[in-house]
């Protein structure tokens, strides 16, 4: 472990402030008063529920695929070979562009990772840079593959997808983790392996579906991208469990 | 034939009424609704967070307009609501900052082209082209951060090149306020212009002010700060285009008139049957705001709403790509610099500026450091360069 990463993890037993037991006499004043003041209404959390349940109910989406894609002359190709006139077809085009989206964003989850480890100096147990520099590149050698997949079926990978959409949001928060400058190089990790676990399914799930749908082309590449993040996901978790337990000893 | 704002006098303000239910409706698709409704809703928010400034400043120094000012302001607050809040969860902070920037390109470039006065006309085009660049800094910011690609967003209707660089823009003050027009003599849509341009600028400024600190990486939150700071620039030259000597009535009014102006522009150009269905009714809601002003105008100030109002809303603010107008305008004009109110080649900007600017990036840009080599192109920068998709077209 660096310096750095020493004094971080001394910090741990600071000065924070966020439960009760530090405030003990405030908090025993919180607790009173919440207990002496009834609730304005009746009812639980069910009451949030069946309010957020009207809305479900109208039965809106956050989008849907493009439609068949038109040459530039107006003519639309032979539908055939078009992604999204069935409905297997239009969900393989969705979660194409899923992984699609999250290997691109991968990418720069690892290359904010690279960046944290560049700054603040290779740690032993953990990743070294060369590693890194490889899953990171591995992603991005997965986002060219489902790109040239996408546009082998005729689809357009420049689209976001719903489910690429809703993939993108569901990220956020490990972008959050990995660029901001405070968090230690375990925290970051801890985000990777939420991402690895996610990307490892979700290369399995796209296997099954064009294997089910027949697109042999497809699976041999990415039974190869799942094996690599599956190596991925061993290594995160390696680096991780090893980091923590020399954490417990110092 | 345009509206006749006299004759049509919309819903009475005692019937402009909500629930939370009715404020708080589906919002539209990122992925499926045309980039210009979103457009729309965002200018259309920053039109009616301005109506609220106005009215709390306007309160501030009218004790006698204080309650009809309330009463008009918390209808506002609910169309802001309701607008608002049309644009959905899954448009994350960046994606939304992509958007307030098409906004600000596209809407000023309808409002240049159709500005009367030639020096206005200059003024817009001067603002379009520091916009222009904020696009392309956030584009690459997006793209760099998160692995997104901006086009996303833009669908295609709006360049994503370098305009005057966001590191140049930093000016002295003294080089941010403009002439402003004559209450007396300006064309209506001149002061429609104004007022629609400086209320969608300040709520781009207020927008990066708000989340700027919700992003994690110390290079978002640099770019934040620094396009933040020429939206503030952009906020006082538009608010001193428009002439101070105006009552505090006169520019209630002029409010009333932007707002039912764009909510027509908005209404009838709009794709999405829903969102049509809300800019229709907050026309005539409008109107009826500015029939309840005209009528507090004559009482106040003995005067007819006639002298300040036009009889025909003008023809609406343009929303479509404006593509080639930005390009030319780019050409010619990128390397203009403010001197004072007036506009000169970059050799001559007045010291005051790059003496101030070269203090700020004294310790470097980020806009520079975000967008340092950086090209668009379909899919991010990330993506093989060959195979690029098909687009829009120009």
Known sequence: ?250 | MGLDIFKEKGVPLEKQQFTWRDMVQAPTSKLDDDAFTRVRIILMNGLEVEANRFSHACARMNRELQLPLARVRRVEQHQATLVNWLLPADLSPIETTLAYEQVAIEVTASVALREPDPYMAQVYRFGLLEDFDHLYRFAALYDRVAGGDANNILQSYSDIIPGRPTAVEHRDPADDLREHYSKATAAPLTKLHAVTIMASENQTHDYYMNIGPLFADPVARQLYAEIASIEEQHTTQYESIIDPSETWLEKWLMHEAMEAYNYMGCAQQETNPRVKAVWERFLDYELGQLHFVMELFKQVEQRDPAEVLPAELPEPIEYKSHREFVRETLAAEVDLRAAGTQFVGKEDEPERSLAYRAQLNAQGSPSETVAAGYRWRPGTELAPAEGAAQGKGA
Request: with cysteine; hydrophobic share 40%; proline share 6%.
């Open chain 1, 1 to 250: 472990m660096s310096s750095t990463e020493a004094q971080k993890a001394q910090e741990l037993a600071g000065i924070n402030r966020t439960g009760v037991v530090t405030a003990p006499l405030l908090s025993r004043e919180m607790v009173e008063g919440a207990a002496s003041a009834p609730p304005s209404s009746e009812g639980g959390p069910q009451q949030l529920m069946l309010r957020r349940a009207q809305y479900i109910s109208e039965g809106f989406t956050v989008g849907s695929l493009p439609p068949p894609p038109v040459s530039l002359e107006g003519v639309l190709e032979g539908a055939a070979r078009l992604v999204g006139t069935t409905t297997g077809a239009s969900l393989l085009a969705d979660k194409l562009s899923e992984r699609l989206g999250f290997e691109r964003t991968g990418t720069r989850l690892y290359d904010a990772l690279i960046n944290k480890c560049e700054a603040l100096g290779e740690s032993t147990p953990g990743p070294t840079l060369a590693e890194l520099r490889e899953i990171r590149d591995e992603e991005l050698r997965h986002f060219h593959l489902l790109h040239a997949a996408i546009t082998s079926l005729g689809g357009d990978p420049t689209v976001m997808s719903p489910c690429a959409d809703t993939g993108m949001v569901a990220s956020l928060g490990l972008l959050q983790v990995l660029t901001d400058p405070r968090t230690t190089l375990p925290q970051c990790l801890q985000a990777i392996l939420t991402a690895e676990l996610t990307d490892n399914d979700g290369w399995a799930m796209l296997i099954d579906l064009a294997d089910g749908l027949g697109h042999d082309e497809f699976v041999g590449r990415f039974r190869q991208a799942l094996a690599n993040e599956e190596k991925h996901l061993a290594s995160v978790r390696g680096w991780l469990t090893a980091m923590l337990r020399e954490q417990a000893k110092a």
